[in-house]
């Protein structure tokens, strides 16, 4: 078997990535106890800071992105403004893209809050906030910065990314986050339902802990697909 066949089986900072962002919730759970307000709020912290690293290399990202067509982005070519010290170019097309693109992620980041974190805060107004949530949020956008330099920059990644490419991730990853994070809001609700519990009760451990697990598991799968994707394409 060829060596470059199972590259993608190596650790390395993307995996590193998935690990915390996924490791943070459950030691934060395990050593302060269930919190399914913590959880959801994590989950949107940890949305914002992979929305702020995906932003850094979109700004990047060295391929431009495609017209459709003349206009000013066919005019522009591959003009932009040089980083001096670094072979890095914001081009001016990737600004054209980013005015498409940016107002997209806004929304899927207000989403994220409004429609998952919000009504579970407003639903336990006297919940406390674990202080794991703001610790592993640090941890995530730190190791996901990391990810970025050594990845993206050092490796050379913005060179073959366009800005849409550099950010089709976080918007997945965003319908990931909204829908783990509704599955425990909607099954906490309905258990707390003609019940004498408030939601941030109901969500128990076993609920808590089984998102966190699918979570893992979705995050995990589309890290190794991507390695694979990426380790195929430098094959053929």
């Known amino acids: 078997m060829r060596r470059g066949s199972v590259s993608w089986l190596r650790p390395n900072a993307g995996l590193l990535a998935v690990l915390t962002a996924n490791g943070a919730p459950a030691v934060g759970l395990l050593a302060f106890g269930t919190s399914g307000v ?8 940890e949305f914002t800071a992979l929305s702020v690293w995906a932003l850094v290399r979109a700004l990047f990202a060295g391929q431009p992105p495609e017209t459709g067509g003349e206009g000013l982005g066919a005019t522009w070519g591959d003009a932009g403004i040089p980083i001096p010290g670094t072979d890095l170019t914001v081009l001016y097309r990737t600004l054209q893209g980013l005015v498409l693109f940016v107002p997209l992620l806004a929304v899927v980041w207000v989403g994220v809050g409004g429609l998952v974190a919000g009504p579970v805060i407003a639903a336990t107004p006297d919940a406390e906030m674990p ?24 490796r050379g990644g913005y060179r073959e990314t366009t800005v849409g490419a550099a950010l089709k991730g976080v918007f997945l990853r965003g319908v990931v986050l909204a829908g783990v994070g509704l599955l ?31 979570k893992f598991g979705i995050d995990l799968a589309a890290h190794y697909a991507t390695e694979r994707d990426a380790s195929l394409g430098g094959l053929i």
Not at 185 to 208: C, K, N, Q, T, Y
């Open 184 to 214: 425990v809001v909607m099954i906490a609700d309905e258990f707390a339902e003609g019940r004498a519990v408030s939601v941030e009760a109901a969500a128990s451990g076993p609920l808590v802990f089984a998102a966190v697990g699918v």
């Open 38 to 45: 913590g959880l959801v709020v994590f989950y949107w912290l």
């Open 131 to 154: 202080p794991w949530v703001v610790v592993g949020a640090a941890a995530v956008f730190f190791t996901e910065g990391g990810r970025t330099v050594v990845e993206y920059f050092h």
